[in-house]
């Protein structure tokens, strides 16, 4: 069996719908596209000084102080710097002096 070649007539109507978009006016790049890169900047800033400094440092500083003075380190150990969550600690111990 063959299958019928002949083209069959198409039955309804067929419409296309045309839409041009017209662009508004846009911001310019240089005082806007800058703006997100400013708060970027200064969202830094803050996280690596101001935020470091109180969220970080002094909860280390007083977790370690505490944690001296219930171990009854605190009559030779003291806490000399504090960086982030590094601590360094000065004194001399009993059995050295």
Do not use: C, H, N, Y
């Not at 063959?2 to 067929?14: I, K, M, Q, S």
């Not at 909860?59 to 504090?82: F, N, Y």
């Amino acid at each position: 069996m063959v299958a019928d070649e002949t083209p069959r007539p198409r039955v309804g109507r067929r419409s296309v719908r045309l839409v041009r978009r017209v662009a508004g006016p846009r911001l310019k790049f240089i005082p806007f596209g800058l703006i997100p890169a400013a708060g970027l900047g200064l969202l830094l800033m803050f996280g690596a000084t101001v935020f470091a400094r109180g969220a970080v440092s002094e909860v280390t500083l007083k977790t370690s102080q505490t944690a001296i003075e219930t171990s009854g380190a605190a009559s030779w150990a003291i806490v000399k710097t504090v960086s982030g969550q590094w601590v360094t600690l000065a004194g001399i111990p009993p059995s050295k002096a």
